[in-house]
C-alpha cells in the first residue's frame, strides 16, 4: 500500500478555494486515492476516491496526474465547519484486505 | 441503524483490568475494521472481518487484544490487562464489501487506562 506525504497544517478564510497536495511517490498499479475528513469526536469520514485524472463529487473535486506520484483534494469556498483533519491514503484493490494505511493528515484551519 | 454505532463512547479502565468494547456495523455490511487512533495521530489497523472470519488480524498490538464477530454482524474489541499505553481512541468501520471505497466509521470509543 502507498505510503503517503502531505503538509502537517493549513490555513485558509472562509469563501477561499483550499488545495492540498498528496506526495505518493511508489503508488502501486492497483492502489487508489482515497480522501477522508475528520472533525475532533468524531470517525473519519470518505470524501472522494479517484485512480487517475480527475473526480468531482458534491464535495470536493480530485486530481490526479497521469504518473500518480501525487494527487491534490480541491475544496471549493470553504466554510467554518471545513476545518477538519484531511486524510489522503492509497488503498489497494488487491486480494481480501481492504484495510487503509492512514499518515497524520493535514490540519484545515479556516478562519473568518 | 443508520450509521455505525459503538459503545461506550468513554470508557476509563483501571491498569490491568479487562475491557469489552462493541461494535454495531451498519446492517448488511460484510467488511467490518477496527482501529486505533492515539491522539494526534491517524488512526492504525488493527483487524479486519469479512461476515464473520476474521480475515487480517496483523495490526493486533498483542496477544492481549482480540477481536470477534461471531454471527457476522456486531463485532466486540476486547483488551485484558489494560495497560496505560492502550489509552487511546478505538474506531470501527464497515463497509458493504471489502472493495468498497467507503468505510462508514463510528464515533469512536475513547479508552482511558489510568
Known sequence: LAKTTQPISMDSYEGQEVNITCSHNNIATNDYITWYQQFPSQGPRFIIQGYKTKVTNEVASLFIPADRKSSTLSLPRVSLSDTAVYYCLGRSNAGNNRKLIWGLGTSLAVNP | ?114
Not at chain 2, 64 to 85: C, D, M, N
Open chain 2, 1 to 114: 441503524g443508520a450509521g455505525v454505532s459503538q459503545s461506550p463512547r468513554y470508557k476509563v479502565a483501571k491498569r490491568g483490568q479487562d475491557v469489552a468494547l462493541r461494535c454495531d456495523p451498519i446492517s448488511g455490511h460484510v467488511s467490518l475494521f477496527w482501529y486505533q487512533q492515539a491522539l494526534g495521530q491517524g488512526p492504525e489497523f488493527l483487524t479486519y472481518f469479512q461476515n464473520e472470519a476474521q480475515l487480517d488480524k496483523s495490526g493486533l498490538p498483542s496477544d492481549r487484544f482480540f477481536a470477534e464477530r461471531p454471527e457476522g454482524s456486531v463485532s466486540t474489541l476486547k483488551i485484558q490487562r489494560t495497560q496505560q499505553e492502550d489509552s487511546a481512541v478505538y474506531l470501527c468501520a464497515s463497509s458493504q464489501q471489502g472493495g468498497d471505497p467507503e468505510a462508514f466509521f463510528g464515533q469512536g470509543t475513547r479508552l482511558t487506562v489510568v
